[in-house]
């Protein structure tokens, strides 16, 4: 399989704190892992893809200050999303993938930002 | 850029009931293409693929069909069940870079 594990499922938080969400590859090795983000009714927006050891890359209009990405292992990665505001409420989902061979989804991070 | 259209939801139906979810795609190259699915409470789960022209990925009696004169990938069932009841996201990955481009998802609901 291709297992992969986020945390946590579910964030409320004030605005102005910073909030960061994992995401782990539990049975196998995560040459990449992308971040998405969902509004209601609306796609999944890949927000940027991440290569072990090396910076992130962000799509066009996401904010790599606001929205930290880190990739230190080939089984984790961390989305910090920073001084949160309430338009950064949202439901975001990672994806982790072995050269595109393997590849799984968490099951979602619902953020609330007061 | 690419992109990926499907057909809105929800689309609700009774059990054994037939199924066609459309999807159409745009792209530049000669993406692959897919079905996720996502239950209530789970992440998204692959149903589905093909990764060139004519190509029939099937699952779990769920078949779709890679038409490249047509763009489109419609997903189908013949008779579906309540199990089937998630959200069904057509979507196509252009090799080039492993990235995933998702349609906006489509909730079925099936009534017992």
């Known amino acids: 399989g291709a297992v992969v594990s986020q945390h946590p499922s579910w964030v409320i938080c004030k605005s102005g704190t910073s909030v960061k969400i994992e995401c782990r590859s539990l049975?196998?090795?995560?040459?990449?892992m992308f971040w998405y983000r969902q509004f209601p009714k609306q796609s999944l927006m890949l927000m940027a893809t991440s290569n072990e050891g090396s910076k992130a890359t962000y799509e066009q209009g996401v904010e790599k200050d606001k929205f930290l990405i880190n990739h230190a292992s080939l089984t984790l990665s961390t989305l910090t999303v920073t001084s949160a505001h309430p338009e950064d409420s949202s439901f975001y989902i990672c994806?982790?993938?072995?050269?595109?061979?393997?590849?799984?989804f968490g099951a979602g991070t619902r953020l609330s930002v007061l | 850029g690419d992109s990926v259209t499907q057909m809105e939801g929800p689309v609700t139906l009774s059990e054994e009931a037939c199924l066609t979810i459309?999807?159409?795609?745009?792209?530049?190259?000669?993406?692959?293409l897919f079905w996720y699915v996502q239950y209530p409470g789970e992440g998204l789960q692959l149903l589905l693929k093909?990764?060139?022209?004519?190509d029939k990925g099937s699952n779990k009696g769920f078949e779709a069909t890679y038409r490249k004169e047509t763009t489109s990938f419609h997903l189908e069932k013949g008779s579906v069940q309540v199990s089937d009841s998630a959200v069904y996201f057509c979507a196509l990955s252009d090799s080039r870079d492993d990235k995933i481009i998702f349609g906006k998802g489509t909730r079925l609901h099936i009534l017992p």
């Open positions: 459309n999807c159409t795609y745009t792209a530049t190259g000669y993406p692959s």
């Open positions: 049975d196998f090795q995560a040459t990449t």
């Open positions: 994806s982790a993938s072995q050269r595109g061979d393997r590849r799984g």
């Open positions: 093909a990764t060139k022209a004519d």
